[in-house]
């Protein structure tokens, strides 16, 4: 489960933040200044810091400034009422990662919230994978989302792709089709599984059909685990 920290002066809408965000299953924290803030933002099980850009003490754009030079993997999305473009040039400088202008909707909170989490994910795959992965006659280059088998490239849709190599990083062992949902998808719950086993289809469709090899291993009732078997 992600953890997210909201760091707003308003207690009000603090509340309504954290409230919303804990009924979309996240684990939420909350400051209402800066040095509060700051000091909780370091701790390193905080995924994710919701930053109203007008604090009593230190403003959001000297706690970005500050906590860039620990955590650089920590994502900051910006409240901010102010829209000038110097201000939004300002922030991205300093490397906040996105900006919601109030006033907003929560759902529009919610939403934003959920795609910097899903890019994060994506992009510690690309970072955090090796620079190929080689099985067989399977090529998997997924800081480029590209796949080859017997040197044809096959397209693949991102979450194939990550499905993938999330299974090919670690052969033999055994995923769980819920470590599957938060690793891919991002979810902490998955009621309907079918959306991890169509795209496991898919692969089989798109990977086994035209290799030499079987790469996808399903472990009934459980879950699925990556090993190269000659056809």
């Excluded at 879950?223 to 056809?231: S, T």
């Amino acid at each position: 489960m992600s953890k997210l920290l909201v760091v707003e002066d308003d207690p009000t809408m603090c509340e309504m933040l954290a409230y919303n965000l804990r009924r979309e299953g996240f684990d939420v924290d909350t400051a209402s200044d800066g040095e509060t803030g700051m000091s909780k933002a370091n701790q390193s099980d905080v995924s994710m810091l919701i930053l109203d850009l007008m604090l009593p003490g230190i403003d959001g754009l000297q706690i970005t400034r500050e906590l860039r030079q620990r955590r650089s993997d920590l994502i900051i999305l910006m409240l901010t009422a102010r829209s000038e473009e110097a201000v939004r040039i300002q922030g991205f400088g300093l490397g906040i990662d996105d900006f919601l202008a109030k006033p907003f909707s929560m759902g529009e909170l919610v939403a934003r919230v959920k795609a910097l989490l899903r890019r994060s994910r994506l992009e510690a795959l690309r970072n955090g994978a090796p620079p190929e992965l080689v099985f067989g006659d399977l090529k998997i280059v997924a800081r480029d989302f590209r796949c080859w088998v017997a040197g044809t490239e096959i397209d693949l849709r991102p979450k194939e792709l990550t499905l993938l190599a999330t299974l090919a990083a670690e052969p033999g062992r055994l995923f769980s089709r819920a470590e599957l949902a938060e690793k891919v998808w991002g979810y902490d719950k998955m009621t309907d599984t079918r959306t991890i086993d169509t795209h496991i289809k898919n692969l089989r469709r798109k990977v086994e059909q035209p290799s030499e090899y079987t790469y996808i291993v399903t472990v009934r009732g459980i879950g699925y685990r990556f090993r190269v078997q000659p056809r």
